[in-house]
C-alpha cells in the first residue's frame, strides 16, 4: 500500500509499505524517509481525524489495516517534544512531563493541569463532550439529543425552518439519530436548558466562541478541531480530582484561558486542527471529495458512507 506521510517541519513523502504492515514497521520507513532525529508521540488520519498514541507499546504491534489506514491514506506524524512544561515541584520531585493534550497551569493555579480530554470520534461528539463536562461519563449523549429535539419542537418561532435548515418538526426527528452531528444550535439550546455557559476552544483559530456567556455564571469548555468536539477539564495533579465545570468569577479566568489557547496553538502545529471551509474531504467509499463540515454531514445522511479522510 501507498501511504502519504507528513511531519511538520519535516515534510511530507509518499511511502510503499506491505499491505501486512504493522505500525512499527511503519515508523521505522518514516524516520529514514524524513530523517527524523526525534521519538514519535502520535500520528492522525481519517475523518473524522483519529488519533493513535505512538508512545504505547501495544499500539506498535497493531496492523494498519485493523486501525483504518488504507492504501490513499494520510497520515501526520507528531514527535515528542524535546521541552515539556512542567508543574512546580518540591526539590525532592521529579517535574512531571506533561501529555501533548495538557499544559500547566503554573504560575496561575497551583498544582493544576489544564488537559483535552478525547471522547469517541464518532457522529455524537458533542453530545459525548458534554455529556462529559457535567457528568464525567457519557451516559447522557443521548439524554441531550432528546432535550434539543424537545426544544426545538416546543419553540418553532424560535427555532424556525430557515434557522434549522430544514423543517422544524423534521429537524426534531432528524437530531435525535445518532448519525446526526450537532454544533452550534444544539450548544446554544444545551447551555440555556443546563443554566451555564458553554466556551467552545476553535483549534484551527485558536480562540473561544463563547454560548451564553452574559446569562451565567458557570461555564464548561470544549475543544472543536474543526470537525471533532472533546471535553476540557482542570487536572489537580496531587489528587487526581478534575475540575469540568467553572466559574467565571475566578480572578485567573482570563489565564485559563490564555493557556488553552495556547494548547489549540500547540494542537494545531501538530495537525490536530482541521479547516472545513479550506480542506478538502474525501469519502473513503466511493471517493466523492467535499468540502465542510455540513457537506461531509450531509453526504453520510444520504449514502450511509461514514468513512471520510483528509483529500491530499
Not at 511530507?12 to 526525534?38: A, I, Y
Not at 490513499?72 to 521529579?94: C, D, M, Q, R, W
Not at 457522529?123 to 426544544?151: K, P, T, W
Given at each position: 500500500m501507498r501511504i502519504k506521510v507528513s511531519c511538520p517541519e519535516f515534510g511530507t513523502r509518499v511511502v510503499t509499505v506491505s499491505n501486512d504492515?504493522?505500525?512499527?514497521?511503519?515508523l521505522k520507513t518514516v524516520s529514514e524517509e524524513l530523517e527524523l532525529g526525534k521519538p514519535f508521540a502520535s500520528c492522525r488520519f481519517g475523518y473524522p481525524p483519529q488519533v493513535v498514541d505512538l508512545t504505547q507499546e501495544t499500539n506498535l504491534g497493531k496492523k494498519l489495516e485493523d486501525l483504518g489506514i488504507a492504501s490513499g491514506e494520510k497520515v501526520n506524524f507528531t514527535l515528542e517534544s524535546t521541552s515539556a512544561h512542567s508543574l512546580e515541584s518540591p526539590s525532592h520531585e521529579v517535574p512531571r512531563k506533561l501529555k501533548e493534550n495538557q499544559i500547566s497551569l503554573q504560575g496561575i493555579w497551583s498544582d493544576r493541569i489544564l488537559q483535552i480530554h478525547a471522547v469517541p470520534d464518532d457522529n455524537s461528539c458533542m453530545f459525548h463532550a458534554i455529556s462529559y463536562c457535567i457528568h464525567g461519563d457519557l451516559s447522557h449523549s443521548q439524554?441531550?439529543?432528546?432535550?434539543?429535539?424537545?426544544?426545538?419542537?416546543?419553540?418553532?418561532?424560535e427555532y424556525s425552518d430557515a434557522i434549522l435548515g430544514r423543517p422544524n418538526r423534521?429537524?426534531?426527528?432528524?437530531?435525535?439519530?445518532?448519525?446526526?452531528?450537532?454544533?452550534?444550535?444544539?450548544l446554544a439550546v444545551l447551555s440555556k436548558v443546563l443554566?451555564?455557559?458553554?466556551?467552545?476552544?476553535?483549534?484551527?483559530?485558536?480562540?473561544?466562541?463563547?454560548f451564553n456567556e452574559q446569562r451565567f455564571s458557570d461555564f464548561i469548555m470544549v475543544a472543536f478541531n474543526g470537525v471533532h468536539y472533546d471535553a476540557m477539564e482542570v487536572l489537580k495533579v496531587a489528587s487526581g480530582e478534575k475540575l469540568r465545570v467553572l466559574n467565571q468569577g475566578s480572578d485567573r479566568l482570563g489565564q485559563v484561558l490564555e493557556r488553552a489557547q495556547d494548547v489549540a496553538l500547540d494542537m494545531k502545529k501538530r495537525g490536530y486542527s482541521f479547516n472545513?471551509?479550506?480542506?478538502?474531504?474525501?469519502?473513503?467509499?466511493?471517493?466523492?471529495?467535499?468540502?465542510?463540515?455540513?457537506?461531509?454531514?450531509?453526504?453520510?445522511e444520504k449514502t450511509g458512507h461514514v468513512d471520510f479522510g483528509q483529500s491530499s
Amino acid at each position: 500500500m501507498r501511504i502519504k506521510v507528513s511531519c511538520p517541519e519535516f515534510g511530507t513523502r509518499v511511502v510503499t509499505v506491505s499491505n501486512d504492515c504493522v505500525v512499527s514497521e511503519l515508523l521505522k520507513t518514516v524516520s529514514e524517509e524524513l530523517e527524523l532525529g526525534k521519538p514519535f508521540a502520535s500520528c492522525r488520519f481519517g475523518y473524522p481525524p483519529q488519533v493513535v498514541d505512538l508512545t504505547q507499546e501495544t499500539n506498535l504491534g497493531k496492523k494498519l489495516e485493523d486501525l483504518g489506514i488504507a492504501s490513499g491514506e494520510k497520515v501526520n506524524f507528531t514527535l515528542e517534544s524535546t521541552s515539556a512544561h512542567s508543574l512546580e515541584s518540591p526539590s525532592h520531585e521529579v517535574p512531571r512531563k506533561l501529555k501533548e493534550n495538557q499544559i500547566s497551569l503554573q504560575g496561575i493555579w497551583s498544582d493544576r493541569i489544564l488537559q483535552i480530554h478525547a471522547v469517541p470520534d464518532d457522529n455524537s461528539c458533542m453530545f459525548h463532550a458534554i455529556s462529559y463536562c457535567i457528568h464525567g461519563d457519557l451516559s447522557h449523549s443521548q439524554v441531550y439529543r432528546e432535550i434539543v429535539a424537545s426544544e426545538v419542537a416546543a419553540d418553532p418561532m424560535e427555532y424556525s425552518d430557515a434557522i434549522l435548515g430544514r423543517p422544524n418538526r423534521e429537524y426534531s426527528q432528524w437530531i435525535l439519530k445518532k448519525s446526526s452531528w450537532g454544533g452550534g444550535i444544539e450548544l446554544a439550546v444545551l447551555s440555556k436548558v443546563l443554566q451555564l455557559s458553554v466556551y467552545v476552544l476553535d483549534v484551527d483559530a485558536a480562540k473561544f466562541e463563547k454560548f451564553n456567556e452574559q446569562r451565567f455564571s458557570d461555564f464548561i469548555m470544549v475543544a472543536f478541531n474543526g470537525v471533532h468536539y472533546d471535553a476540557m477539564e482542570v487536572l489537580k495533579v496531587a489528587s487526581g480530582e478534575k475540575l469540568r465545570v467553572l466559574n467565571q468569577g475566578s480572578d485567573r479566568l482570563g489565564q485559563v484561558l490564555e493557556r488553552a489557547q495556547d494548547v489549540a496553538l500547540d494542537m494545531k502545529k501538530r495537525g490536530y486542527s482541521f479547516n472545513t471551509a479550506r480542506d478538502r474531504i474525501k469519502c473513503n467509499v466511493c471517493s466523492e471529495i467535499i468540502i465542510g463540515e455540513r457537506e461531509a454531514a450531509r453526504h453520510a445522511e444520504k449514502t450511509g458512507h461514514v468513512d471520510f479522510g483528509q483529500s491530499s
